[in-house]
């Protein structure tokens, strides 16, 4: 990455610094407080209580996930794949990623790709910056589990452990990633931000909706493969099982597709 | 040679945007680029710095590819867009210094501060957010930030348009010592007087086609000198007028004249006759353009 890349890199961050400290504030205080959730839960009882509340064919339906959750580490892991959650880290994904559009539609693009900058590093510039704001996100998230955790928890409470916090970040890692792919795919060919987020987000939603049809209608189930969401699955991660590699390289690969397809495009356009 | 277009095409879709531009540009030179809203201008800038592509022809400068070693090419130049694309919340200095880094080009702090100066822009209205600067405003930091790294060549999209007559001055005292510095200017105007004051050289775009490519002198010269005479005496027109001399209005005591070439002819005339006053106009640059503008709208 040379000075300008560097540059450019300092200068988005700067712009987008509100929102970060913002959201991972947020999401950490999420993370610390359902901790005190499952203490208090474990504390009253009320693991077992709402276990035995969950009607049998749901438990059958559902697996030994649904059990899972209703555990201290299942309450301590909820943060890690609730749909608010979701929601506001790939909005913030979608955000940066269409970074590139907002500058061609309000010119500032033309200010920087005037001086010796190749088209390349402004892509570069975006994905460096989704990285490291993604990062910034997920490390407070788990330090506002590990603070709640080591400070604020019963001696005795069942504690996730490490490995479970770190997949359970890490998947969430992976599909912003591959969102991120996608959402900068769409930016490298729009004039406008709104037509790229637009664009992203509604895909978003139509991709985790497919995913939960697939999950509950059998005939739906093989054309849920085709959404991000389905190789998205925290719920066995919880129960201890480690990350399935296809699905890793299944999200890890479709934002690669997504970036070498923003390079291509960007890199060929009309700006 | 700064700058060599040939056979420049573009087409946006099924639009024609421009066709087979052919010009060049020496180092030193200051250039006008001129033509209506619509005719090329911008589309031809945007493919020297490489932001759009040309369906036909190349572009080179200081004899680089503009496409193929576009990274190279934009180390030399200093670009002032027509509408500069600011982000409204960042102060005129952060905006300054950030470009400032984009450039291959340290920025000299003192040429810096001497634009600045010439443009009266002050320290603290740079400390100010750019949404807070009038037009006039953004448009003296636009010119601040083409020209803060002194680049051989300086590419300006309308440069004067909003800056009051009193910045338009200093802009084009700028441009003098600009020149004199030995830096090209390629730059787009609307305005022609302001092209006739400070260009070596014109290229006219119609329709996306170059329709005239000529030294300011020789335009001028494509139209004649209006010459009024007036007479103490009532005087008869003569029956055939010298050559290159075309009779515009014609009374007793007052002929009005427009004239082609040299004047010798009609002062040999005048010599017997009783003439009180010879007023020679030189033509100006915008009513031959206008000619151009004209045939374009018919």
């Given amino acids: ?140 998230m788990s330090a506002g589990t590990w603070i ?77 493969e085709i959404s991000p969401f389905h190789y998205f699955e925290p719920m066995s991660l919880v129960t201890g099982a480690g990350l399935s590699a296809p699905n890793v390289a299944t999200l890890v690969a479709a934002g690669l597709v997504g970036t070498a397809a923003s390079f291509i495009i960007f890199s060929r356009r009309d700006l | 040679m700064a700058i060599r277009l040939e056979h420049l095409g573009k087409r946006y879709g099924r639009l024609p945007a421009l066709h087979d531009v052919s010009l060049h540009v020496e180092a030193g030179e200051v250039f006008g680029f ?78 810096r501060r001497t634009i600045l100066d010439r443009l009266e822009l002050a320290s603290a209205d740079l400390q100010r957010r750019i949404r807070e600067y009038s037009t006039g405003m953004k448009r003296k930091l636009g010119i601040v930030q083409a020209l803060q790294a002194d680049p051989p060549l300086l590419v300006l999209d309308e440069p004067t348009e909003g800056l009051d007559p009193l910045m338009q001055e200093a802009f ?32 006219l775009l119609r329709g996306g086609e170059l329709v005239l490519l000529s030294t300011v002198t020789e335009v001028r010269g494509l139209a004649g000198r209006r010459v009024r005479i007036t007479f103490a005496d009532d005087v008869p027109a003569p029956a055939v007028w010298p050559p290159s001399c075309e009779a515009i209005a014609v009374a007793p005591r007052l002929w009005d004249l427009s004239i082609r070439g040299p004047l010798g002819p009609i002062v040999s005339l005048l010599a017997a006759l009783p003439v009180v006053d010879v007023d020679v106009q030189m033509p100006h640059l915008e009513e031959i353009l206008r000619n151009y503008y004209a045939s374009e709208a018919r």
């Fill in chain 1, 148 to 224: 709640g955790l080591a400070c604020c928890t019963p001696a005795n409470a069942p504690r996730p452990s490490a490995a479970i916090i770190r997949s359970l970040a890490l998947n969430l890692a992976l599909i912003a990633w591959c969102w991120g792919g996608i959402a900068l795919a769409l930016a490298a060919a729009a004039k406008r931000r709104a037509t790229a987020s637009g664009l992203a987000g509604i895909t978003v939603l139509a991709s985790y909706l497919l995913d939960y049809l697939g999950r509950v209608w059998d005939p739906a189930r093989r054309l849920s």
């Fill in chain 2, 172 to 203: 084009y005292d700028l441009l003098g010592e600009i020149r004199r510095r030995g830096r090209t200017v390629f730059m787009s105007s609307h305005v022609l007087p302001e092209v006739e004051r400070v260009c070596d050289r014109i290229g």
């Fill in chain 2, 34 to 111: 001129l033509g209506v809203n619509g005719a090329g201008k911008t589309t031809t800038i945007r493919i020297l710095l490489d932001l759009v592509r040309p369906t036909t022809g190349r572009a080179w400068i200081f004899d680089r590819d503009c496409q193929k070693q576009g990274r190279e090419v934009r180390a030399d130049i200093g670009y002032l867009p027509g509408e500069p694309g600011f982000y409204g919340d960042m102060t005129g200095a952060a905006t300054l210094d950030l470009l400032g880094r984009l450039s291959r080009q340290r920025v000299d702090p003192a040429w």
């Fill in chain 1, 1 to 140: 990455m040379n000075r300008a890349t560097v540059a450019l890199v300092v200068h988005s961050l700067r712009r987008i610094r509100p929102v970060v400290i913002g959201i991972s504030v947020v999401l950490a205080a999420f993370q610390f407080l359902l901790t005190q959730v499952a203490a208090y839960l474990m504390r009253t009882q009320a693991f077992g209580m709402l276990a035995s509340l969950v009607p049998e064919f749901v438990r059958s339906l559902a697996g030994p996930s649904m059990l899972a959750f209703m555990s201290f580490a299942g309450v301590v892991s909820l943060g890690y794949f609730h749909p608010i959650v979701l929601i506001s880290l790939l909005g913030l994904t979608i955000a940066i990623a269409t970074e590139p559009a907002a500058e061609i539609e309000s010119r500032f693009v033309d200010l920087t790709l005037s001086r010796p900058i190749a088209r390349a590093h402004v892509v570069a510039r975006t994905i460096a910056v989704l990285v490291v704001c993604g990062l910034i996100v997920l490390g407070a």
